[in-house]
């Protein structure tokens, strides 16, 4: 059973680019979630797809964004680079369960971007 | 504000030896839980233990069980008989299950090495 998958694993990109980052959740999960890992850092949480709309959002700019499928896949998409975008980007997934208590999230591996 | 502490950035154990990993959290709601994650060079977090804070009992797994003092709003981790393959970042977070939130939020982390 193949866990959460993410590509690309590394991509470098230049200040002011633009980047795309895909994951495909765990078989049977419906909610995808991104992370944002800056080196030493804990992740922080950018946002949570369900039903193809964003549900809750963390501290981050409008320039992040995302998108589910009717697959459940998800895009993170990231506008106008800053070096500070560097960082893992971690993709997690879960099967939603309403109110009855806290989902155990499944993480991939991440994409590790680098802006020069 | 919802934080989590992890006071220590590096400890290090011998093989087959016990360590403690300590955590502090600060959060105004009630029903939450905790987690501890570990994250190894291959970047993948891996969940270790989960801890629902409406319960009194500590939670065990295998080798890994917590000391959770809710009203110190203390989680920490205990590793028994420490193996190599435990060598990695290990991360406390918590989340508060309003809605179906995935928010989950991190510590910084602690490094722990394994020596045999």
């Known amino acids: 059973d193949a866990g959460v998958t993410q590509s690309p694993t590394h991509l470098i990109k230049t200040r002011g680019q633009q980047v795309t980052l895909r994951c495909s959740p765990k078989?049977?999960?419906?909610?995808v979630s991104w992370y944002q890992q800056a080196l030493g850092q804990g992740p922080q949480f950018i946002f949570q797809?369900?039903?193809?709309?964003?549900?809750q959002r963390g501290n981050f700019p409008d320039r992040f964004s995302g998108h589910q499928f009717p697959n459940y896949s998800s895009e993170l998409n990231v506008n106008a680079l800053l070096l500070g975008d560097s960082a893992l980007y971690l993709c997690?997934?879960?099967?939603?369960?309403?109110?009855?208590?806290?989902?155990?999230?499944?993480f991939g591996a991440g994409s590790r971007l680098t802006v020069l | 504000a919802q934080t989590v502490t992890q006071s220590q950035p590096e400890m290090s154990v011998q093989e087959a030896e016990t360590v403690t990993l300590s955590c502090t959290y600060d959060?105004?709601?009630?029903?939450?839980?905790l987690f501890w994650y570990k994250q190894p060079p291959s970047r993948q977090m891996i969940l270790v233990i989960r801890q629902e804070a409406y319960k009194q009992q500590n939670a065990t797994e295998n080798r890994f069980s917590v000391n959770f003092q809710k009203a110190a709003k203390s989680f920490s981790l205990k590793i028994s008989d420490s193996q190599l393959g435990d060598t990695a970042m290990y991360f406390c977070?918590?989340?508060?299950?309003?809605?179906?939130?995935?928010?989950?939020?991190f510590g910084k982390g602690t490094k722990l090495t394994v020596n045999p």
């Open positions: 997690a997934s879960s099967f939603l369960r309403g109110y009855s208590g806290a989902n155990v999230l499944t």
């Open positions: 797809y369900y039903e193809e709309e964003e549900r």
């Open positions: 977070a918590f989340i508060t299950p309003q809605g179906g939130s995935e928010k989950l939020v």
């Open positions: 959060t105004s709601e009630n029903n939450y839980y």
């Open positions: 078989s049977g999960h419906d909610t």
